[in-house]
């Protein structure tokens, strides 16, 4: 009996197979399909990233785009950023202590004429014009180590203003500001003649 039941169901399996053929080829084509679209969508996911580089980005019409762009600054206008800080600092403490300490210094030359006619008040001028020359001095030191221009123009202003004070003192026997005019020169010359300063200025 169980030899009949298998050998029947044998028959009867390969019967099936027989008849309805489609049925198992469907099912390997649903196999094959699902498959091709499991690589496909691998394909797809792995080639996604690559084609999102290659992408290039076109600004759209009236759009403003600001590209930050880091300027080369020379050592030596970096060197004469650095002065005029450390001459800002200077100012303005001097600035302060003129400001702090006008009555005292008013008591203490009141010998002198013109200081006992304006008294306190002489020196809290000096103190407030030292204070913003110190402000003036570290914005100046500011635009240079950024690379902005108004800075290089306002130094050689400067400059320029200063080498008819240096004659007039070297003329008065204040042998000591040659040193200070050469100093200046010098700086009018790089500031104004070089190409490197012009071209990280530009």
Same mark, same amino acid.
């Given at each position: 009996?169980?030899?009949?039941?298998?050998?029947? $169901?044998?028959? &009867?399996?390969?019967?099936?197979?027989?008849?309805?053929?489609?049925?198992? #080829?469907?099912?390997?084509? &649903?196999? %094959?399909?699902? #498959? @091709?679209?499991?690589? +496909?969508?691998? +394909?797809?996911?792995?080639?996604?990233? *690559?084609?999102?580089?290659?992408? +290039?980005?076109?600004?759209? $019409?009236?759009?403003?785009?600001?590209?930050?762009?880091?300027?080369?600054?020379?050592?030596?206008?970096?060197?004469?950023?650095?002065?005029?800080?450390?001459?800002?600092?200077?100012?303005?403490?001097?600035?302060?202590?003129?400001?702090?300490?006008?009555?005292?210094? *008013?008591?203490?030359?009141?010998? &002198?004429?013109? &200081? @006992? +006619?304006?008294?306190? #008040?002489?020196?809290?001028?000096? /103190?407030?014009?030292?204070? %913003?020359?110190?402000?003036?001095?570290?914005?100046?030191?500011?635009?240079?180590?950024?690379?902005?221009?108004?800075?290089?123009?306002?130094?050689?202003?400067?400059?320029?203003?200063?080498?008819?004070? /240096?004659?007039?003192?070297?003329?008065?026997?204040?042998?000591?500001?040659?040193?200070?005019?050469?100093?200046?020169?010098?700086?009018?010359?790089?500031?104004?003649?070089?190409?490197?300063?012009?071209? %990280?200025?530009?």
């Amino acid at each position: 009996m169980l030899l009949l039941n298998r050998s029947t $169901q044998l028959v &009867i399996a390969l019967f099936n197979r027989l008849i309805y053929p489609s049925k198992h #080829t469907y099912r390997g084509d &649903i196999m %094959a399909k699902s #498959t @091709a679209t499991k690589s +496909k969508r691998t +394909k797809s996911t792995r080639t996604k990233p *690559a084609a999102r580089l290659t992408k +290039k980005i076109t600004p759209v $019409q009236g759009s403003s785009i600001k590209i930050s762009v880091k300027k080369d600054i020379p050592i030596l206008i970096k060197v004469l950023a650095v002065t005029n800080f450390i001459g800002a600092a200077a100012n303005m403490v001097l600035g302060l202590i003129f400001i702090l300490a006008a009555g005292f210094m *008013a008591n203490l030359l009141q010998e &002198i004429p013109f &200081i @006992a +006619k304006l008294g306190s #008040t002489l020196f809290i001028g000096l /103190g407030i014009l030292l204070f %913003a020359m110190g402000i003036l001095s570290f914005f100046i030191g500011r635009g240079l180590w950024l690379g902005q221009n108004w800075a290089r123009i306002t130094l050689i202003v400067m400059h320029v203003l200063g080498v008819p004070f /240096g004659v007039y003192s070297i003329i008065m026997g204040n042998y000591v500001s040659i040193i200070s005019l050469m100093l200046s020169l010098l700086v009018l010359g790089y500031l104004i003649l070089s190409e490197d300063v012009k071209k %990280a200025f530009a």
